[in-house]
């Protein structure tokens, strides 16, 4: 109880340390439109859709204002409802209005508002240019008659992933969202995190969509498609599909893709697993050889190629482990190497980056990628709407053999500090159910930002970062250039909270993500084999298909790299 | 170097006198204005005849300087711009309007060598001829207090600048006064800030000094955007140390160590200027470490902005300092408390600073005896526009209207008629006859629904559609909007998308409510100062000339006659020879007839360049 007060619509609401009048109206229950706010990012007050009017007739943006005890305002004035109307009229009045075929259709900031403040009319003519689309990205596509320039992707791509691909060019009603020289998306410095279309407000920068391709796979009978999920997505999925957000829906997913028409799903976790084993390897290799600087992880696409493109001189440091999916991906098409009918192995990705990843040329052999496709939980929704499918009523079913075993450790891959738990699971000397618990309070889990840890190991304490959201990656790396913090090993996610906050996943807020979280470890809690070592498949796979070609199929050698 | 108070004593007794010894003084506008005129070539004319007749004469003060000379200097804007090149000679304060440098002879034989007066360089007006300049009622009804330097000493000299007084205000604040004292003075004298804003300064030096952060900046606002305003470039072109010892003081009693004045690009003379005066004050210890043997470490750096109207805003100035976009942000936090580089700053305007030195020396009791209680001191305005005398004025806040456009303006070019003033720029509004007799201070205006902003007084007269004008200011805020916030980027758009139809006839009526109902929401909801006042001048002609815009929108007709597409050519059947000269002449063929019959304007074709209109023998071609 702060014991402050300020009227809100001559309610009484307390101060409880927010930052600005906008979060005490909201959690007055009053959802007061915006643009451009976001409470990780920087306050942006340009919508000025949240303006609202103070007891003198003062109009004020709520966002930006700080509550004081006695304050009063009204948030639905005439005034503020003609303001709103116009403001949302002016935007309307330059942006595209082709609905119906917008990507965003349906799931548009704008569209909602436009319908909630009954826009009927926009009595201003139509001024926007056609600009061509640039597809050039294999993350994201940008629609740039599209865009409000509401600046959230700008400040998405600086301030929380440290990127700064895109930017503000021009000035007054010439500006625009451009990358530096108006290059186009794939000749940016972007590392395809796909964040800027997570808060995307309208279709203006939105994840490419791949479905059609399935689509035109699934109904070749010539071809055999094969399906693995990331741990990620079963969380992410069902809200969009009338469950609980955070649930494992995991069962529902494999019943979806059979009837949909895949012939074989796996679960990625399972290639997690492999990548525990040959990551703790590379790991432990390291300390016995007393190689300088931590080992940075290697699973997420988008923080290894800003890791290429900034730090090169880390690349060194940088797991040679393939990626989860891409370690499965190559089993995979070893395994049905001898088929006698062609094989399309889909991943099915929490993530806009994997979809760069599976098209790099590391990860392709004579020409033929080990993943043909990576559709994200937002087209796997999709392709289950447009198959009519009622998700709610598909009976559960579990992903095939021989794959269809996985450890807890690989599915809690999906949120930040996984990789790490699972690693640690593999090396401690004592594995015991309790030890095992304990190692769930040593600092990483959370949904922070930036955890650190410090694990027994012999005779000596491993220190231990997870960090997620590259600006907080980037800031770790310049405290380990100057000495300032010195690690053992270092697990990067670039999307804050790790994979279940991934840009191809339904938009969700922080406490949502938490939610998703929070969902893989009540998976793993629930799983019998908790480490990845302790999985059949796995085993089997050392000792049969992996026998020999354990460096040629699980591991990397970046181009450019030392 | 100065290293003690008793140096900076010494240094001004020997220039002191330096001065005394230049028994004549031919001072030379070498502000923007009257260089575009020829004042350097009038400059280099009056230094080689004197050279090459062996007059004795000095471009700069001599430590020690002959017994008698004839000092000859580029000083800064003497205002009355209308009137340039303009040359100065004292002792007997002679101004000669509108020289050349065939003149320079004549003047040394006349006035410099017999102190006679040439009568045909001298400011005529009503057959009367003002040979001193402070008689020419431009000049007699001003009080140039923040101006006195400008045209009366040399602009690029410190030495000049100390000898008639200046850096006294800074030894009085270092070794006389403490911090508080400094503030308390500042803010008692109620000095308010000239960019427009009118906050009190010793109000936010305070705030300033306030934060508990040690790191502070000092930050001077020299981009000056208003179109038809230059009072600033002006103080920075003529009295650059003014600017800076004011600098000095507020940095003095906040506690900063660092300074930057931030000027356009397009200023390239005050730079120079600015660029000399801070290399100056350095060489003497002005600026530095250990501010003549004190505490006091005090440096200034100059910026130059790229020309963006918005960058006069504070938190998009600093943005732009910094090297970021600049783009105003949302407040809080403010400047006084996260400016510069995130640290607190005071941000004050040129004119602001060019204020200090006088509150210092003075006293704020002194101060408030100019002008009204709750707006003293002085204000400086540019003068242009249709009106006889265009230049830099400086009076004291309170005068009227009238008496600045009528007395010391001389009225209207050509006699025509008064019919609005737009003052504060794009971000002010237009006054009309009935407020004439409105005394010009921050408040007086601000209660009639305009500002003094800046201090740019643009005067029209009877010819000028105010609808044009509108559109005008319109087109300039529509271009310097940053864009970030959307009334401000989409709104203005869309207004000026509506006036350019109302001048071009193709207005309609409900245009009039849709203008009122974006300016209302412009003007409540956009995030900076550029935007919330963008539609003031389109509102305020609104309402003050309403009929004009209903003449373009209903009758299809532009009652002054500037309206290009209003215009309406028309032959006069009468009058009409049917000489073929208009046919021939016209340019896109809109004109067609029998030899020695009527001819007509095709009017869906005329362009109406008024070719015809000036061939046409008869005067049978009219423009209506």
Known sequence: ?562 | MLSNRADLAELRKIYQKSIQTQKVKVLICAGTGCIAGGAKDIYEEFVRLMQEQGIVCSVSLEKEPHDESVGVKQSGCHGFCEMGPLVRIEPWGYLYIKVKAEDCQEIIDTTIKAGECIERLAYHKDGKVYKAQDEIPFYEKQTRLVLEHCGQIDATSLEEYVAVGGYEALEKALFEMSDEDIIREVETSNLRGRGGGGYPAGRKWAQVKGQSEPTKYVVCNGDEGDPGAFMDRSIMEGDPHRMLEGMMIAARACGAEEGYIYVRAEYPLAISRLVKAISQAKSYGLLGNNILGTNFNFDIKINKGAGAFVCGEGSALTASIEGRRGMPRVKPPRTVEQGLFEKPTVLNNVETFANVPLVILNGAQWYKTIGPENSPGTKAFALTGNIENTGLIEVPMGTTLREVIFDIGGGMRGGEGFKAVQIGGPSGGCLTKEQLDLPLDFDSLKKAGAMIGSGGLVVMDDHTCMVEVARFFMNFTQNESCGKCVPCREGTKRMLEILERIVSGEGEIEDLDKLIELADTISSTALCGLGKTAAFPVVSTIKNFREEYEAHIIDKRCPSKTCQKLKQITIDAVLCKGCTKCSRLCPVGAISGKVKETFVIDKSKCIKCGACIEACAFKAIRED
Not at chain 1, 161 to 172: L, M, P, S
Not at chain 1, 264 to 291: W, Y
Not at chain 1, 393 to 398: G, M, R, S, V
Not at chain 1, 411 to 438: C, H, M, P, Q, Y
């Open chain 1, 1 to 562: 109880m702060s014991g402050a007060f300020m009227l809100i619509d001559n309610i009484p609401v307390e101060i409880q340390g927010e930052k600005n009048i906008l979060e005490l109206i909201r959690k007055a229950g009053i959802d007061l439109p915006t643009f451009c706010y976001y409470s990780e990012l920087s306050v942006y007050g340009a919508c000025r859709l949240c303006v609202v009017e103070n007891k003198w007739g003062g109009i004020e943006a709520s966002c930006s204002t700080v509550p004081k005890a006695g304050m009063e305002v009204h948030t639905n004035t005439p005034r503020l409802r003609k303001y709103r109307k116009m403001i949302l009229e002016l935007i309307l009045a330059n942006h595209c209005r082709d609905c119906t075929t917008c990507d965003k259709n349906g799931t548009c900031k704008l569209q909602e508002l436009a319908m909630r403040f009954g826009i009927k009319e926009v009595r201003f003519e139509n001024a926007k240019k056609a600009i061509p689309l640039d597809k050039s990205s294999s993350s994201i596509v940008r629609d740039e008659s599209k865009c409000i320039l509401c600046g959230d992707c700008v400040r998405m791509c600086d301030e929380v992933q440290n990127v700064g691909a895109i930017d503000f060019a021009y000035r007054g009603s010439e500006m625009r969202i451009s990358t530096a020289f108006h290059k186009c998306m794939a000749e940016s410095n972007c590392v395809g995190c796909g964040q800027c279309a997570a808060v995307c407000p309208t279709g203006a920068i939105t994840v490419k969509n791949d479905t059609a391709k399935i689509w035109d796979e699934l109904s070749n009978p010539e071809v055999k498609v094969v399906a693995q999920i990331a741990p990620a997505v079963r969380v992410g999925i069902g809200e969009a599909l009338g469950q609980t957000n955070g649930t494992n829906v995991m069962g529902k997913i494999v019943a979806a893709l059979k009837r949909i028409g895949f012939n074989e799903v796996f679960d990625t976790s399972t290639g997690a697993d492999l990548t525990v084993l040959e990551e703790t390897n590379e790991f432990l290799k390291r300390l016995e050889q007393g190689k300088e600087g931590p080992l940075f992880t290697s699973c997420c696409p988008a923080w290894v190629k800003y890791a290429e493109n900034n730090y090169p001189e880390l690349m060194g440091n940088v797991s040679t482990c393939r990626s989860p999916m891409q370690m499965f991906g190559s089993v995979l098409k070893e395994h049905y190497s001898h088929s006698n009918k062609k094989v399309v192995v889909v991943g099915v990705m929490p993530c806009t980056a994997k979809k760069a990843e599976a098209e790099r040329d590391e990860f392709k052999e004579e020409g033929i990628p080990y993943i043909d496709y990576v559709i994200t939980t937002q087209e796997l929704i999709q392709m289950i709407k447009e198959a009519g499918l009622v998700f709610d009523e598909l009976e559960q079913e579990a992903v095939d053999m021989p794959f269809g075993v996985n450890s807890g450790a690989g599915v809690i891959f999906g949120v930040t500090g996984g990789v790490t738990e699972a690693v640690i699971r593999r090396i401690a000397d004592d594995k015991s159910i309790n030890t095992l618990r304990a190692l769930a309070f040593k600092g990483v889990r959370g949904m922070q930002g930036v955890k650190e840890a410090s694990i027994p190991f012999g005779d000596k304490m491993l220190q231990i970062a997870v960090v997620s959201g590259l600006k907080n990656a980037d800031d770790l790396i310049q405290k380990i250039k100057n000495g300032e913090k010195q690690y053992d090993f270092v697990e990067v996610m670039a999307c804050l909270g790790g994979c279940v906050s991934g840009a191809g996943q339904p938009f969700a807020k922080g406490d949502e993500k938490a939610k998703r979280g929070q969902g893989l470890y009540d998976t793993d809690r629930m799983s019998s084999i908790k480490r990845s070592e302790e999985n059949p498949v796995i085993m089997s796979l050392y000792s049969g298909l992996l026998k020999g070609k354990v460096h040629q199929l699980l591991h990397v050698k970046y181009a450019g790299k030392e």
